[in-house]
Nanobody, 124 residues
């Protein structure tokens, strides 16, 4: 069973930056970041397929960058130009990719391993 531990959340002002980290006990094919704001459903933010592809939700394109460090089995999310609507609890998640699947995707139900989350608050 893979274990995921997030860190790096905090409070910043609009336009600021934060870097989230996710320490993984090992890599799984699909790993990514999701977030959940109060009163809203959890949504996918960025997904990294170890096969090579990266996907972002439209609202963060150009501002957020997902990356990994193979040596440390760590996943990162660099968040720049933060906006109040980025305020949420951010979760690291992972799933294996069935042989018949083409891509990792953002479907929450497909991700079976989750971290405990880290809070990001952006104030104006």
């Amino acid at each position: 069973q893979v274990q995921l531990v997030e860190s790096g959340g905090g409070s910043v002002q609009v336009g600021g930056s934060l870097r989230l980290s996710c320490a993984a006990s090992r890599y799984i094919r699909c790993m990514g970041w999701f977030r959940q704001a109060p009163g809203k459903e959890r949504e996918g933010v960025a997904i990294l397929d170890s096969g090579g592809s990266i996907s972002y939700v439209d609202s963060v394109k150009g501002r957020f960058t997902i990356s990994k460090d193979n040596a440390k089995t760590a996943l990162y999310l660099q968040m720049n130009s933060l906006k109040p609507e980025d305020t949420a609890k951010y979760y690291c998640a992972a799933r294996n990719l069935p042989f018949w699947a083409r891509e990792c995707g953002f479907s929450l139900s497909q991700y079976n391993t989750w971290g405990q989350g880290t809070q990001v608050t952006v104030s104006s």
